[in-house]
């Protein structure tokens, strides 16, 4: 699911105050922000289904200056259809394992090399899902 399709979603159904911080600055730490909640959202589209999903320190680092951190992911669940896990990032019952991984630079841009990534990979028994939440 596009990015902008699943923040409509979610201000539709979960976050009626929900701002999306892409729309000053592409290149923002945090996809979206909740005032109300003091509530960071992160939101990654996955190509694939993965038992763990993958967040980058630089992205986990900004979204803990929230009082509350959301990583949210759009995951197929192989029939065509989208399961969306949450993850609240400050009530997973440990500390991040970094690891180093190469991936691509980036993902929607035009330069996409691959460059080593720091990363923590949160299996999905530490998530959420959501997808009742926001798709009736």
Excluded at 48 to 67: F, G, H, M
Excluded at 77 to 97: A, E, R
Aim: hydrophobic share 35%.
């Amino acid at each position: 699911m596009e990015e902008k399709e699943a923040f409509n979603l979610v201000k539709l159904k979960l976050l009626k105050d929900l701002v999306d911080n892409n729309i000053q600055n592409e290149m923002a730490p945090v996809d979206w922000y909740s005032p109300k909640h003091q509530l960071g959202i992160e939101y990654k589209n996955r190509g694939r289904y993965y038992s763990s999903v993958i967040i980058e320190q630089k992205k986990y680092l900004e979204l803990i200056k929230y009082k509350k951190a959301i990583y949210l992911n759009a995951i197929p669940n192989g029939d065509g259809d989208t399961m969306f896990w949450s993850f609240d990032l400050k009530q997973i019952p440990f500390q991040p394992i970094w690891v180093t991984d190469s991936y691509n630079k980036t993902t929607e841009f035009q330069n996409r090399g691959l460059v080593d990534k720091l990363v923590w990979k949160i299996p999905l028994m530490y998530g959420k899902n959501i997808t009742k939440d926001l798709i009736n």
